[in-house]
Each structure stands twice: as C-alpha cells, then as structure tokens.
C-alpha cells in the first residue's frame, strides 16, 4: 500500500507539473519535456546491461504509444481549463480501466475495500467541482480522452514484472518520443524563450513520472490487492495533483476540492484497514 501512495504523490506531482509546462510553452514540448528527462535519468540504469524480456519491449512500447497520446491531450486540456479541475476529470476515468481488467482476470472484491475505493473515488469527484461553476466543453473533452489513454497505460503497466519495471518504463518512454517525433519538427521554427520557458516544469514532471511508474508496477505485483493498489495510485494521485497545482500553480481551491483531500484520507484509512486485516487473516 505505501507503493501505491507515494506512487499518487508523484503521479499527481506529474500532473500538476505538466499542466504547468504546458501553460508555460505548448502541450508538445511539455510532452517533449516530460519524455526526454524521463530517458535521461534511466538510461544508466539500462546501460548496465540487463537482459530485457520481450514482454517488457512489449508491453513498453504500447503503454509508450497510449501515454504519449495522452500526455499531449491531457496537456491541451489543462492549457484550456483549470487544473484543479482537468486534472481529476482525466484520473477518475484513468482509475476505472485498470480496476475492470483486474476484476475481469478475476480478483474479488471485498466490503472493505468497496467502501474504500467508493473514497478515493468521492476524493476524485470532488477535487473536480470547478471553481467557476462550470466547466469548459473542450477542456473536459480532452480531458476525458487523455484519461482513456492514461487508463490504458496503467492496466498495461499492471501486467509486468517488478523486476521489469525499468526497463518497461525506458521502452515506454523511448517509444513515446519516437510517437512525438513529427513534433520536433516544428520546434526550430518556435522561439528559444518558448521552448526553455516550460522546461523547468517539463523535466521535474518527467522524473517524478519515472518514480511514480515504477513505484506503481511494484505496488500491482507486491502480493496485496491490486485492485486497491491501483485505486490508491491512480484516483488518489488527483488530490495531490490538485493541491500542488494550488501551491506552484497558484490555482484557487475551493471548499469541495478541499474536501476532497478528507476523503482520499478517509479512503487511505479503509483501504489500510483491508490490508492490515487481509494480512492477519492469511
């Protein structure tokens, strides 16, 4: 369970990042950002040689694919709607598909960890209570879309190996970038301003992505449920998103959106619960 925890402080730290660097420049080059340091800082884990599984390439290359979509899209939306806002919208739905492939290869569900994943899911929809009242149609509609893509991702990542973890996430960068590419293109013709002014943003949302996708293939193979990993990953990661999006976005938060961290606490509490109780019962 604490994979999965600091795994969501990451992803939500990713998040809030990335939507900054995409304000600062543009969607691709916060895309571009993320990927590049992303492959800076596992390249000399991979160096070392180990032997890589064709699962892994596998695996990599289509979570790589799926992710890279998504980052653009969730970049375009947090460029045109709060981020205290697209942020949860795109997790909530990022959160269902992991938790159904689960259920369909046939893990059971318990009362207590109903109730739990019910919180973090309640966490979620409350941080995404616009502040304005409402919400822009195109913003939550690329929202929507990069949580499909991100959901894909996840449920991607659920089937490797612990011991794969790094290099998965080295072939899923690595064909992100490859998806990205066309992009690169159009960087000459961008002023240097633009692409340095999202880069800070851009590389600290990549290395906190490396640590949160790693720490999340871990949590899913440690031996505890997976369902609840991945609920406390993925749906939780959208309160602290949107609370680091308040500190360095200088977004408003309001009275709902804070009430949604009580119930990612509350949900934290269950799911611990289920755990502690799983774990003396066996």
Known sequence: ?????????????????AGIAARRSTPLLAALWLHISSL???LPFIATGSPISSNAVLYGALAGITAAIGDVLFGRALSKSAMSVGIPLANVIAATIPVLVVVIQGEPLSPLGV???LGAIAATSLAAAPSNGRLAAEGAGYSTAAGLCFGIMYALLAQVRADDALIVIFVMRLAGTVVLLPGLLQIEQRSGSLIRSG???GIASGLASVGANALYIVA???????IAAS????ALSAPAGVLIARLFGREHLTLLQGASAGSAIAAIAVL???EAVQTSIS
């Open 1 to 17: 369970m604490l994979h999965a925890l600091f795994a969501a402080g990451l992803w939500g730290s990713t998040d809030a990042f």
């Open 199 to 201: 880069a800070l943003a």
């Open 231 to 234: 609920v406390v990953a993925v």
């Open 220 to 226: 899913m193979t440690s031996g505890g449920s997976r």
């Open 272 to 274: 611990a619960l289920r």
């Open 115 to 117: 109730l739990g994943i």
């Open 40 to 42: 800076a800082v596992l």
